[in-house]
Protein backbone atom coordinates (compact mmCIF):
# COMPACT_ATOMS: atom_id res chain seq x y z
CA UNK A 1 0.00 0.00 0.00
CA UNK A 2 2.77 2.55 0.71
CA UNK A 3 6.39 2.15 1.85
CA UNK A 4 7.43 5.12 4.34
CA UNK A 5 11.02 4.73 3.81
CA UNK A 6 10.28 5.43 -0.02
CA UNK A 7 10.80 8.97 -0.76
CA UNK A 8 8.02 11.45 -1.27
CA UNK A 9 6.91 11.91 -4.63
CA UNK A 10 5.13 15.44 -6.40
CA UNK A 11 1.24 14.45 -5.57
CA UNK A 12 -0.80 17.52 -6.22
CA UNK A 13 -4.15 16.23 -5.64
CA UNK A 14 -2.96 15.87 -2.23
CA UNK A 15 -1.52 19.40 -2.06
CA UNK A 16 -5.16 20.49 -2.66
CA UNK A 17 -6.31 18.59 -0.49
CA UNK A 18 -4.17 19.84 2.29
CA UNK A 19 -5.16 23.87 0.98
CA UNK A 20 -8.75 22.73 1.22
CA UNK A 21 -7.61 21.44 5.27
CA UNK A 22 -6.16 25.14 5.66
CA UNK A 23 -8.29 26.85 4.30
CA UNK A 24 -11.17 25.39 6.75
CA UNK A 25 -8.65 25.59 9.81
CA UNK A 26 -8.22 29.16 8.97
CA UNK A 27 -12.40 29.35 8.11
CA UNK A 28 -12.32 27.85 12.40
CA UNK A 29 -9.68 30.59 13.71
CA UNK A 30 -12.47 33.53 12.28
CA UNK A 31 -15.07 32.06 13.39
CA UNK A 32 -13.35 30.54 16.31
CA UNK A 33 -12.62 34.50 17.14
CA UNK A 34 -16.19 35.75 16.71
CA UNK A 35 -17.33 33.43 19.15
CA UNK A 36 -14.78 34.64 21.92
CA UNK A 37 -15.71 38.17 20.50
CA UNK A 38 -19.29 37.83 21.09
CA UNK A 39 -19.06 36.09 24.51
CA UNK A 40 -20.28 33.21 22.78
CA UNK A 41 -18.50 30.09 23.66
CA UNK A 42 -20.45 29.40 26.34
CA UNK A 43 -23.85 29.28 25.22
CA UNK A 44 -23.44 25.56 24.26
CA UNK A 45 -22.83 23.62 27.69
CA UNK A 46 -22.75 19.91 26.79
CA UNK A 47 -20.14 18.18 24.30
CA UNK A 48 -22.49 15.92 22.14
CA UNK A 49 -21.13 14.85 18.89
CA UNK A 50 -24.12 13.82 17.45
CA UNK A 51 -26.69 16.16 18.68
CA UNK A 52 -24.58 19.38 17.50
CA UNK A 53 -25.02 17.93 13.60
CA UNK A 54 -27.78 19.60 13.74
CA UNK A 55 -28.83 23.09 15.39
CA UNK A 56 -31.99 23.82 17.76
CA UNK A 57 -35.05 23.55 15.17
CA UNK A 58 -37.62 23.58 17.36
CA UNK A 59 -38.96 25.89 19.92
CA UNK A 60 -38.87 23.30 22.41
CA UNK A 61 -35.05 22.60 21.57
CA UNK A 62 -34.46 26.13 22.29
CA UNK A 63 -36.32 25.90 25.12
CA UNK A 64 -33.93 23.44 26.79
CA UNK A 65 -31.09 25.04 25.29
CA UNK A 66 -31.57 28.48 27.40
CA UNK A 67 -32.92 26.34 30.38
CA UNK A 68 -29.14 25.17 30.45
CA UNK A 69 -27.66 28.41 29.67
CA UNK A 70 -29.65 30.28 32.67
CA UNK A 71 -28.03 27.52 35.15
CA UNK A 72 -24.47 28.54 34.16
CA UNK A 73 -22.44 31.34 35.93
CA UNK A 74 -22.02 33.55 32.73
CA UNK A 75 -25.77 33.86 32.60
CA UNK A 76 -26.48 34.56 36.44
CA UNK A 77 -23.62 36.83 36.82
CA UNK A 78 -23.20 38.80 33.78
CA UNK A 79 -25.88 38.05 31.42
CA UNK A 80 -29.27 37.69 33.43
CA UNK A 81 -32.58 38.58 31.80
CA UNK A 82 -31.13 38.25 27.79
CA UNK A 83 -33.87 37.30 25.44
CA UNK A 84 -34.36 34.20 23.57
CA UNK A 85 -33.33 36.21 20.38
CA UNK A 86 -30.27 37.41 22.43
CA UNK A 87 -29.60 33.92 23.71
CA UNK A 88 -29.54 32.60 19.76
CA UNK A 89 -27.26 35.20 18.46
CA UNK A 90 -24.66 34.00 20.80
CA UNK A 91 -25.92 30.24 20.41
CA UNK A 92 -25.29 30.23 16.48
CA UNK A 93 -21.79 31.27 17.03
CA UNK A 94 -20.94 28.51 19.04
CA UNK A 95 -22.67 25.93 16.90
CA UNK A 96 -20.98 26.99 13.41
CA UNK A 97 -17.57 26.71 15.02
CA UNK A 98 -18.42 23.38 16.35
CA UNK A 99 -20.32 21.94 13.25
CA UNK A 100 -16.98 23.54 11.10
CA UNK A 101 -15.05 21.24 12.96
CA UNK A 102 -17.09 18.49 12.63
CA UNK A 103 -16.77 19.11 8.79
CA UNK A 104 -13.26 19.64 9.15
CA UNK A 105 -12.35 16.55 10.91
CA UNK A 106 -14.77 14.50 7.95
CA UNK A 107 -12.81 16.71 5.27
CA UNK A 108 -9.45 15.35 6.76
CA UNK A 109 -10.15 11.79 7.37
CA UNK A 110 -12.20 10.46 4.41
CA UNK A 111 -9.24 12.04 1.71
CA UNK A 112 -6.88 10.62 3.89
CA UNK A 113 -8.27 7.00 3.95
CA UNK A 114 -8.30 7.08 0.11
CA UNK A 115 -5.25 8.64 -0.18
CA UNK A 116 -3.24 6.05 1.97
CA UNK A 117 -5.46 3.32 0.76
CA UNK A 118 -4.61 4.51 -3.21
CA UNK A 119 -0.63 4.83 -1.94
CA UNK A 120 -0.84 8.37 -2.54
CA UNK A 121 0.77 9.22 0.47
CA UNK A 122 3.86 7.73 0.06
CA UNK A 123 6.87 9.21 2.15
CA UNK A 124 3.84 11.23 3.56
CA UNK A 125 1.86 8.78 5.44
CA UNK A 126 3.27 9.63 9.27
CA UNK A 127 3.08 13.46 8.48
CA UNK A 128 -0.22 13.11 7.50
CA UNK A 129 -1.03 10.67 10.68
CA UNK A 130 0.58 13.25 12.73
CA UNK A 131 -1.24 16.06 11.48
CA UNK A 132 -4.65 14.36 11.83
CA UNK A 133 -3.70 13.23 15.27
CA UNK A 134 -3.42 17.29 16.50
CA UNK A 135 -6.84 17.60 14.95
CA UNK A 136 -8.36 15.28 17.32
CA UNK A 137 -6.62 16.97 20.08
CA UNK A 138 -7.52 20.31 18.81
CA UNK A 139 -11.12 19.01 19.72
CA UNK A 140 -10.46 18.05 22.95
CA UNK A 141 -8.49 21.18 24.04
CA UNK A 142 -11.75 23.15 22.82
CA UNK A 143 -13.93 21.22 25.26
CA UNK A 144 -11.33 21.62 28.14
CA UNK A 145 -11.03 25.09 27.08
CA UNK A 146 -15.15 25.34 27.50
CA UNK A 147 -14.89 23.62 30.43
CA UNK A 148 -12.92 26.62 32.51
CA UNK A 149 -15.52 28.80 31.56
CA UNK A 150 -18.56 26.48 33.04
CA UNK A 151 -17.20 25.91 36.47
CA UNK A 152 -18.22 29.30 38.29
CA UNK A 153 -16.60 31.52 35.71
CA UNK A 154 -18.20 33.98 32.93
CA UNK A 155 -15.31 33.42 30.44
CA UNK A 156 -13.46 30.66 29.19
CA UNK A 157 -9.68 30.47 30.78
CA UNK A 158 -7.08 32.91 28.56
CA UNK A 159 -4.82 30.47 29.18
CA UNK A 160 -6.78 27.45 27.23
CA UNK A 161 -7.79 29.79 24.86
CA UNK A 162 -3.99 30.71 24.21
CA UNK A 163 -3.31 27.24 23.91
CA UNK A 164 -5.97 25.99 21.66
CA UNK A 165 -5.31 29.01 19.52
CA UNK A 166 -2.10 28.28 19.55
CA UNK A 167 -2.44 24.39 18.32
CA UNK A 168 -4.52 26.32 15.60
CA UNK A 169 -1.78 27.77 14.04
CA UNK A 170 0.71 24.84 14.28
CA UNK A 171 -1.86 22.52 12.67
CA UNK A 172 -2.07 25.62 9.89
CA UNK A 173 1.83 25.51 9.65
CA UNK A 174 1.74 21.66 9.11
CA UNK A 175 -0.91 21.52 6.72
CA UNK A 176 0.79 24.01 4.16
CA UNK A 177 4.20 23.17 4.68
CA UNK A 178 2.84 19.41 3.50
CA UNK A 179 0.70 21.08 1.13
CA UNK A 180 3.89 22.88 -0.59
CA UNK A 181 5.95 19.41 -0.24
CA UNK A 182 3.42 17.41 -2.36
CA UNK A 183 2.41 20.37 -4.84
CA UNK A 184 6.54 20.17 -5.03
CA UNK A 185 6.81 24.06 -5.21
CA UNK A 186 8.95 25.88 -5.98
CA UNK A 187 10.69 23.71 -8.57
CA UNK A 188 13.94 25.55 -7.92
CA UNK A 189 16.16 27.33 -5.26
CA UNK A 190 15.82 30.86 -5.23
CA UNK A 191 17.66 33.24 -2.66
CA UNK A 192 16.15 35.18 0.42
CA UNK A 193 18.61 37.99 0.60
CA UNK A 194 18.78 37.40 4.09
CA UNK A 195 20.41 34.37 6.59
CA UNK A 196 18.44 31.04 5.73
CA UNK A 197 17.52 31.22 9.58
CA UNK A 198 15.60 34.34 9.16
CA UNK A 199 11.92 32.89 8.17
CA UNK A 200 12.00 30.56 11.63
CA UNK A 201 13.20 33.03 14.21
CA UNK A 202 10.34 35.19 12.59
CA UNK A 203 8.21 32.45 13.25
CA UNK A 204 8.95 32.14 16.60
CA UNK A 205 8.57 35.64 17.49
CA UNK A 206 4.89 35.51 15.78
CA UNK A 207 3.69 32.94 17.31
CA UNK A 208 4.71 34.27 20.79
CA UNK A 209 2.82 37.57 19.31
CA UNK A 210 -0.57 35.42 18.73
CA UNK A 211 -0.26 33.58 21.86
CA UNK A 212 0.07 37.03 23.55
CA UNK A 213 -3.13 38.17 21.56
CA UNK A 214 -5.10 35.32 22.83
CA UNK A 215 -4.21 36.41 26.39
CA UNK A 216 -5.24 39.34 26.01
CA UNK A 217 -8.39 38.92 24.26
CA UNK A 218 -9.05 36.10 26.34
CA UNK A 219 -8.23 38.40 29.63
CA UNK A 220 -11.08 41.06 28.18
CA UNK A 221 -7.96 43.11 27.60
CA UNK A 222 -8.45 44.52 23.92
CA UNK A 223 -10.87 47.13 25.10
CA UNK A 224 -8.86 48.73 27.96
CA UNK A 225 -7.11 51.57 26.19
CA UNK A 226 -8.26 53.06 22.96
CA UNK A 227 -5.21 55.49 23.02
CA UNK A 228 -1.82 55.26 20.55
CA UNK A 229 1.16 55.10 20.44
CA UNK A 230 0.40 55.77 24.39
CA UNK A 231 -1.32 53.33 26.84
CA UNK A 232 -3.79 55.19 29.18
CA UNK A 233 -1.87 58.19 28.28
CA UNK A 234 1.59 57.03 29.06
CA UNK A 235 4.36 54.85 27.06
CA UNK A 236 5.11 52.74 30.14
CA UNK A 237 0.88 52.52 31.56
CA UNK A 238 0.56 52.95 34.94
CA UNK A 239 0.36 49.50 37.06
CA UNK A 240 1.98 47.63 34.32
CA UNK A 241 3.66 44.24 35.80
CA UNK A 242 2.11 44.52 39.22
CA UNK A 243 0.26 41.17 39.84
CA UNK A 244 -0.62 38.38 37.55
CA UNK A 245 -0.44 39.21 33.84
CA UNK A 246 -4.15 37.46 33.54
CA UNK A 247 -5.28 40.26 35.85
CA UNK A 248 -3.28 43.27 34.60
CA UNK A 249 -4.33 44.80 31.14
CA UNK A 250 -1.58 47.44 31.26
CA UNK A 251 0.90 44.70 30.88
CA UNK A 252 -1.01 42.60 28.51
CA UNK A 253 -1.20 45.65 26.30
CA UNK A 254 2.28 46.37 26.74
CA UNK A 255 3.66 43.30 25.95
CA UNK A 256 1.30 42.99 22.89
CA UNK A 257 2.08 46.55 21.34
CA UNK A 258 5.71 45.80 21.86
CA UNK A 259 6.29 42.55 20.23
CA UNK A 260 4.01 43.65 17.56
CA UNK A 261 6.70 46.50 16.58
CA UNK A 262 9.37 43.61 17.03
CA UNK A 263 7.60 41.09 14.44
CA UNK A 264 7.11 44.47 12.40
CA UNK A 265 10.55 45.81 12.36
CA UNK A 266 12.14 41.97 11.51
CA UNK A 267 10.03 41.29 9.00
CA UNK A 268 9.99 44.54 7.27
CA UNK A 269 14.12 44.02 7.46
CA UNK A 270 13.85 40.64 5.55
CA UNK A 271 11.76 41.90 3.03
CA UNK A 272 13.94 44.92 2.41
CA UNK A 273 16.62 42.28 2.07
CA UNK A 274 14.77 39.91 -0.12
CA UNK A 275 13.88 43.77 -2.47
CA UNK A 276 17.98 44.43 -2.39
CA UNK A 277 19.31 41.00 -3.00
CA UNK A 278 16.72 38.33 -3.07
CA UNK A 279 15.42 36.39 -6.68
CA UNK A 280 12.66 34.18 -7.28
CA UNK A 281 10.12 32.63 -4.70
CA UNK A 282 12.11 33.96 -1.58
CA UNK A 283 11.81 36.97 -2.71
CA UNK A 284 8.06 37.03 -3.78
CA UNK A 285 6.87 35.40 -0.43
CA UNK A 286 9.38 37.29 1.86
CA UNK A 287 8.08 40.76 -0.27
CA UNK A 288 4.36 39.24 1.22
CA UNK A 289 4.91 38.95 4.46
CA UNK A 290 6.53 42.59 4.27
CA UNK A 291 3.26 43.88 2.69
CA UNK A 292 1.05 41.80 5.57
CA UNK A 293 3.13 43.06 8.15
CA UNK A 294 2.82 46.65 7.64
CA UNK A 295 -1.41 45.86 7.09
CA UNK A 296 -1.26 44.18 10.19
CA UNK A 297 0.16 47.09 12.00
CA UNK A 298 -2.25 49.32 10.61
CA UNK A 299 -5.05 46.96 11.68
CA UNK A 300 -3.59 46.83 14.96
CA UNK A 301 -3.75 50.66 15.87
CA UNK A 302 -7.08 50.68 14.52
CA UNK A 303 -7.89 48.16 16.19
CA UNK A 304 -7.25 49.82 19.14
CA UNK A 305 -8.37 53.61 18.51
CA UNK A 306 -11.74 52.20 18.00
CA UNK A 307 -12.28 50.62 21.38
CA UNK A 308 -11.55 46.77 19.28
CA UNK A 309 -14.42 47.17 16.76
CA UNK A 310 -15.98 43.65 15.94
CA UNK A 311 -15.02 43.81 12.21
CA UNK A 312 -11.14 45.49 12.48
CA UNK A 313 -10.58 42.90 15.21
CA UNK A 314 -11.66 39.85 13.31
CA UNK A 315 -9.74 41.44 10.63
CA UNK A 316 -6.56 41.73 12.29
CA UNK A 317 -7.03 37.98 13.35
CA UNK A 318 -7.39 37.23 9.60
CA UNK A 319 -4.52 39.01 8.54
CA UNK A 320 -2.51 37.59 11.58
CA UNK A 321 -3.29 33.87 9.69
CA UNK A 322 -2.24 35.30 6.60
CA UNK A 323 1.36 36.66 7.92
CA UNK A 324 1.53 33.68 9.75
CA UNK A 325 0.80 31.68 6.79
CA UNK A 326 3.28 33.80 4.54
CA UNK A 327 5.73 33.41 7.10
CA UNK A 328 5.95 29.41 6.95
CA UNK A 329 6.15 29.58 3.24
CA UNK A 330 9.04 31.95 3.41
CA UNK A 331 10.34 29.05 5.91
CA UNK A 332 9.64 26.35 3.24
CA UNK A 333 10.96 28.23 0.21
CA UNK A 334 14.25 28.84 1.92
CA UNK A 335 14.39 25.23 2.86
CA UNK A 336 14.10 23.82 -0.48
CA UNK A 337 17.54 22.95 -2.33
Given at each position: ?????T??????????????????????????G??????????????????????????????AE??????????????????????????????????????????????????????????????????????????A???????????????????????????????????????L???????????????????????????????????????????????????????????????????????????????????????????????????????????????L????????????L????????????????????????????????
Open positions: MFDANPAPRQPLVGAWLILVCVLVFAMVMVGATRLTDSGLSITQWDLAKGLMPPLSAERWAFARYRQTAEYQMQNQGISLGAFQYIYWWEWAHRFLGKMLGLAFALPFVFFTVTGRLRGRFWATLVLFALGAAQGIGWWMVMSGLAGRVDVSPIRLAVHLGMAFVILAMALWLADAWGWPRRASKLGAPNWTPVLLLAILFAQIILGAILAGADGGRAYADWPTIGGAYWPHGAFEGALLENHATQQLLHRSLGYLVGLFAAVMALGALRRGEGAAKAVALLVGAVTLQVALGVATVTGSHLALSLGHQANAGLLWLAAVATAWVVAVK
